[in-house]
């Protein structure tokens, strides 16, 4: 069953939230995703964001550009958290995507991330470990990443010292 709903505001968000999705894929965390827009399909993101926790859903991540107003309508219909991926525009760089999605009011939180396939990484990340908060054997996978990118580093620092 999906623990996490990876929606995206359109298909061209698709090449940023791919990242995402690969950190779920490789951290074996079940997920669907889904377009849904709340300035294209209102109904259909009320009625998503209305469903998610009864369908077993514990994280929502939400992608969009521009006036990136579905993280935070879907935030505003639902108590699960959901983690906002600004993705880079055309004109503004994703500015616009960041502000409309961090500026939230009191009382309807956003966890945003960072503009573009950086932040959708990260969205991947921070789901793995507010799942993984709950959950021993995820917490042990998210260590071993963790490793994994130190010796990442370790290799860097070899090869920058024998260049
Ligand atoms: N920001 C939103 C919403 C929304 O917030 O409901 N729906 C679509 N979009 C965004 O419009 C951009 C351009 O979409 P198209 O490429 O389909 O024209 C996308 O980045 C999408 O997330």
Known sequence: MARVGVIMGSISDWSTMKHTCEVLDDLGIAYEKEIISAHRTPEDMFRYADEARNKGLKVIIAGAGGA????????????????????????????????????????????????????????????????????????????????????????????????
């Open 68 to 163: 990136a107003h579905l993280p935070g309508m879907a935030a505003a219909k639902t108590t699960l958290p959901v983690i906002g991926v600004p993705v880079e525009s055309k004109a503004l760089k994703g500015m616009d995507s960041l502000l409309s999605i961090v500026q939230m009011p009191g009382g309807v939180p956003v966890a945003t991330v960072a503009i573009g396939t950086a932040g959708a990484k990260n969205a991947g990340l921070l789901a793995a470990e507010i799942l993984g908060a709950f959950d021993d054997e995820l917490a042990g996978k998210l260590a071993d990443y963790r490793s994994h990118m130190k010796e990442k580093v370790n290799e860097m620092r070899r090869e920058l010292h024998d260049s």
